[in-house]
Structures are given as C-alpha cells and as structure tokens.
C-alpha cells in the first residue's frame, strides 16, 4: 500500500540489514493482505497498520506475522529503536472518529518473520501521563544497560491545539515524568527531536525546526536549534538544566562548557567502565590478567607436548633404523648361506 506518516526502524539479523515499516496513510490499498486492517475514514483516506520488512541485501519485501496487541490502524506517531530487537512506539492518529489521538505506549519485540506487540495504557490511578497526540517528536535516551528511556516533546492535540510539554518514560517502570522545558523548546509540532549523552548523568536534547502554532508559524531564529540539557539531581531524577538557542550555541561561553562537558564525560565513563560488574568476582583488569596467565600455562604446556611428540619422532627413527640394519644383517646371513651351499655342490 502507497502511504506516508507510518513509522520505520532498521535492524540486522545473521550480518543482513532490514528495515521495518508499521502503518500509515495513504491511497487505497491494491491488495489487503491477511492479519492487517485497512480503513476508510470520510475524506477518503486509507489508515493500516500494515508491517513491510524490506531486506537491503536481496532487495525484496516481506510481511512478518503480527502476535500480541497489535496498534490499531494509525499514523502520525513515533517509533524508535531501542535495541537491536526491540522497539517502543508512542501517539499517533487513529482510525476511528472516536478519541482517535492516542496516548498508549507499545513495546515490539521484532524479529525476522514476527513481530510481538504489547500495549501499555494509562493506569486509571496515574494522573502523571502525557495526553494523545500527533504530529510530535521523539528520541531514545539509554545512558545505561538497564534503563533505557523515551524522551518526547509537543505535537498537537485532539483540538489540533499545538502541544507545549515535554516528558521522560522509563521503558522499564513503565513510569513518566514531566520536564519543566522552557516554551522555546517545548511548544512545537512537525519537528525533529536528537539526544547526545555527555555522561550517564548528563544529557543534551537537541531539537530542530516544526511550526510553532497551528497557523503553520514556523520557528524561526534564534530557536530553529534548540539545546537543552538534562541532568539527574541527587535523587537520581532527570531534571532541566540550561537551554541555549543558536546564539547561545556560538558564544564562547558555550563551547567552554562543551569542552568541559566532554571531559567529565569521558572521567564519568571509564569510572563506570572500570567498576566491577554486578554478580562478578573481580574487575576488568584481573579477569584480563587470569586470562593471561592461563594462556602462558597453556603456552607452556602446548610446548611441553612439543618437546615430548620430538622425542617420540626420534624414538621412532632410531627404531626404524634399528630394524633396517637387522634386515640388512639377515640379508648378509642369506647371502653368505646361498654362497656356501653353491660351493660344497
């Protein structure tokens, strides 16, 4: 089916690069393929949530079986990468004329022919959740390897009102939180949303261009680029810190501050790097010298065994030798016997 607004990641299975594409809108299908739904709403669009793998090294499309929640048909949402296997997906417009901007959160868990769906809703008890929306943006921040966490920022709403918040989901408590992000970078839609990681601690989300309003405003200079740092407090929360427009960006000032950044960043991660890992006995740097030792050992007995596989060889040959001068004696013997009956006749 020809459309736009769907949601696509890439992946690699067995060393071949794949790339996945989950629903969108767009022109009547030619073909509805079975386990996916097509709808038409009154303007004549077509909604799916049809899946399309396309392998980049045969050039060939597929369409991997679909198991658990399913998103309904849909478009306009985000999807992102959080591993190699996995995948989170947030928002986006619905099929239905009733409520159809959706605030559910869904986890993939893909592989080469299947694609597992679980849907997250808001609990009725939580107050703490973003509303549905279209049109935003988002980004994965993973500054660890049991934490990994979706950062999302404006849109519109079902009013088609310009959203003006930011938030941080925890992929594994399955929890929000909302930053208190300055208007300037918040309250945009259609526009693009990076994150770089300075440090586990710290932060920087980089967001670019969209329309300010529903007028179709678009942001203009100094806020096109937005930078905004997050860093976690002493509860471990992430919070706002400073936020520069393009301005900010080339001042001294700033590049000081990324130098710096930098620097820590990089005392922060071997820190991390050299602490001993959870559930081991010893760190980096004595597993690498044990390894090291075994290795000797094993050096010394491979050659050990060399020394006496030698000894074995020459064994042998002195053998062999041996054998061949009692042949040759026995040959004497014979000749020496034949020599002797030929004379007596």
């Known amino acids: 089916m020809r459309r736009s607004d769907g949601g696509m990641i890439s992946f690699e299975h067995d060393g071949v690069h794949h790339l996945l594409m989950i629903g969108g809108a767009g022109s009547k ?3 509805q393929l079975p386990h996916h739904k097509y709808i038409k709403i009154p303007d004549g669009t077509w909604f799916t949530n049809e899946h399309s793998m396309y392998n980049l090294s045969s050039r060939k499309w597929n369409n991997p079986s679909i ?28 099929d239905d004329a009733k409520d159809n901007f959706t605030n559910n959160i869904y986890i993939l868990e893909i592989s080469i022919s299947t694609v597992f769906w679980q849907c997250i809703k808001k609990p009725e008890a939580i107050d703490q959740w973003p509303v549905g929306r279209w049109l935003h943006a988002g980004a994965i921040i993973i500054t660890g390897s049991d934490c990994p966490m979706l950062v999302i920022s404006g849109g519109r709403d079902k009013n088609d009102d310009t959203l003006d918040d930011c938030w941080i989901f925890n992929i594994t408590q399955h929890s929000w939180i909302k930053l208190d992000a300055p208007h300037s970078v918040s309250k945009r839609s259609n526009h693009s949303l990076s994150v770089f990681i300075m440090s586990p601690h710290c932060v920087w989300i980089i967001t670019a261009g969209g329309y300010a309003d529903t007028r179709r405003t678009l942001v203009t200079n100094p806020n096109i680029v937005m930078l905004t740092e997050l860093v976690t407090n002493t509860k471990g929360e992430w ?13 001294e000032e700033y590049k000081k501050k990324y130098q710096q950044q930098l620097q ?25 010298q044990a390894l090291m030792k075994s290795l000797e050992e094993k050096e010394r007995e491979a050659q ?10 020459r064994e042998e040959a002195e053998k062999e030798q041996e ?23």
């Open 29 to 31: 299908p030619a073909v």
């Open 67 to 94: 198991i658990g929640q399913c998103i309904p048909p849909a478009a306009s949402f985000i999807i992102e990468k959080i591993n190699n296997t996995r995948a989170i997906l947030f928002g986006g417009i619905r």
């Open 239 to 251: 919070t706002v810190g400073d936020t520069l427009d393009t301005n900010g960006m080339n001042n």
């Open 264 to 288: 820590t960043g990089r005392r922060i991660w071997l820190e991390e790097y050299q602490k001993p890992r959870k559930g081991d006995t010893a760190d980096i740097e004595q597993t690498v």
């Open 304 to 313: 050990v065994y060399h020394q006496q596989l030698e000894q074995k060889e």
């Open 323 to 345: 054998i061949r001068r009692y042949r040759h004696q026995l040959q004497e013997k014979d000749r020496e016997h034949q020599e002797g009956a030929t004379g007596e006749g």
